[in-house]
């Protein structure tokens, strides 16, 4: 039997199949009003850096979850980079109402050991009888010792996400991942093909409840900027240190820290800190640019609001040039290993079901759109960050998740006499989302299964990026059909024991 949470799905059929037996949930039974550890969804934690950390604490609040094991390559370092120097410790104090938590620690400290303590202190706290979690530098040792894991949640660099999904998933587990589902198009279409032929359940924690994208979609419906003719999306990202070439120096790896494994399918190269932890987006090998950090955030959600459910069917993009001097001469660096400080790509769209054909143009690193004229006569500039959606009889601007959409100018957003505002919920965070969904055996609203369009499409930006042409692209055979050589981008080569 495929493991779909597998306690509740045994107590679902014996339910089912024997009439005169009565299942009462353990909790029910001992009147606390909460869920016991034995009807709780497991869950290991796979990557243990800022991030893992910083979503450590809604796993361990969760009522429904119980995080059963954490992982991760390196044991515990202070080198972590972050968005402020306490943010990560001060939320972890926050969960565990505990002001001391890192006292005397130097640096923005993460890794395996750091997880393990913070959730064996919590349970400790908060769970009758708390049991720890176990801890393991290596997944895969993890998936064989660990045999009663509801859930994955991969939070490792983006080239280990369909390795370690896919391992997770042949054993009978359901996945849970941060973006991309993968960095390159084969290993992205072998992991969803797996979700759906195993049936298994999973969530791509992109997703977001976005009541203004079905606002603006009915906006266009309604045809108050005539036909469709363009989408724009801008980032100021990257916030992380970006570079042009591999490093040439040999710092030795550090104590406690599995390079090897780190690197996990990528072929063998020196260690260097340039590549670990947060810089790792920017690099080709390793991450998905800041259109797969954020680009995701904004276009899964605007996929699933819109039926688009075709990939683009061609893509072109550019990206910054720079220069550096050599012996009194100034010359071009050549950049194919990482991600350009900025970029434009523009991806063309087939008509879809819902829409005509349309052209989704990504920016980022500072650059964006100039202010279109309705913008101009409400003496107003294109925001930071934002969203535009352009027709042949005018525009709807929006945040970058699509927040607080207007039809511009202003005078025609006065003008229309249809809803102006989205429905008002809550945005519940992603464990919320996807525990709900699991537990009864339904798809997610982020489950991978509908994630292929939007993982086609970022994947692509960045082989548009390192192609340097325009490239057609046919999605039914995974094919570049102009550029032969730029096929191999749709693939990764393997070390040796990695291959998928």
Not at 7 to 19: E, G, H, L, V, W
Not at 57 to 66: K, N, S, V
Not at 210 to 233: A, C, M, S, T
Request: charged share 25%; glycine share 8%.
């Amino acid at each position: 039997m495929k493991k779909n949470i597998s306690r509740r799905n045994f107590i679902a059929s014996a339910a089912s199949t024997a009439a005169t037996i009565s299942i009462v949930p353990s909790h029910v039974i001992a009147g606390s009003g909460k869920v016991p550890p034995s009807d709780k969804i497991t869950v290991a934690n796979i990557g243990c850096g800022t991030q893992g950390l910083r979503e450590m604490g809604d796993l361990l609040t969760h009522e429904q979850i119980q995080v059963v094991a954490v992982c991760d390559p390196n044991r515990k370092s202070n080198n972590y980079l972050d968005w402020s120097p306490t943010g990560l410790r001060d939320g972890i104090r926050k969960v565990l109402n505990d002001q001391t938590w890192g006292e005397g620690e130097k640096g923005i400290v993460a890794g395996r050991e750091v997880a393990k303590a913070y959730v064996d202190q919590y349970y400790s706290k908060n769970m009758a009888g708390g049991k720890g979690c176990a801890s393991y530098e290596d997944f895969r040792e993890l998936l064989e010792n660990e045999k009663d894991i509801d859930v994955l949640k991969i939070m490792t660099p983006d080239h280990l996400h369909a390795t370690i999904a896919l391992a997770g998933m042949s054993k009978g587990v359901n996945v849970i991942t941060h973006k991309p589902i993968a960095n390159r198009m084969y290993e992205a279409r072998k992991t969803i093909k797996m979700a759906k032929d195993n049936g298994l359940k999973t969530h791509l924690l992109a997703w977001s409840n976005r009541p203004e994208y079905d606002l603006v979609f009915k906006w266009i419906q309604d045809g108050v900027i005539g036909e469709l003719k363009e989408i724009h999306n801008w980032s100021y990202r990257p916030v992380w240190p970006q570079f042009t070439g591999l490093p040439q120096d040999r710092p030795p790896v550090p104590d406690g820290f599995n390079w090897d494994l780190w690197l996990g399918p990528v072929p063998h190269r020196p260690y260097h800190p340039n590549y670990t932890h947060n810089v790792f987006r920017g690099w080709y090998e390793f991450g998905g640019g800041s259109i797969a950090d954020m680009g995701h955030y904004s276009l899964f959600p605007l996929f699933r609001a819109f039926g688009i459910e075709t990939a683009p069917v061609s893509a072109k993009a550019y990206g910054n040039t720079l220069r550096k001097a050599e012996d009194g001469v100034c010359k071009w660096i050549e950049n194919d290993v990482a991600f350009p400080y900025s970029c434009l790509i523009k991806m063309n769209f087939p008509a879809q079901k819902t829409l005509p054909a349309f052209d989704l143009c990504w920016y980022d690193g500072g650059m964006k759109p100039f202010a279109p004229e309705e913008l101009e006569m409400d003496d107003r500039d294109i925001p930071e960050e934002g969203m535009m959606f352009v027709g042949d009889e005018g525009k709807i601007l929006a945040g970058f998740r699509c927040e607080n959409p207007e039809i511009i100018p202003a005078k025609k957003m006065d003008a229309y006499t249809g809803s102006k505002t989205s429905e008002s919920y809550s945005r519940e965070n992603g464990n919320n989302i996807w525990t709900d969904a699991f537990k009864n055996g339904i798809e997610s609203p982020g489950s991978f299964i509908y994630a292929g369009p939007v993982t086609e499409t970022i994947n692509l930006a960045a082989v548009a990026l390192r192609a340097k042409k325009k490239i057609n692209y046919d999605s039914k055979y995974m094919k570049i059909t102009n550029d032969r050589d730029a096929n191999a981008y749709l693939y990764r080569q393997y070390r040796l024991g990695w291959e998928i």
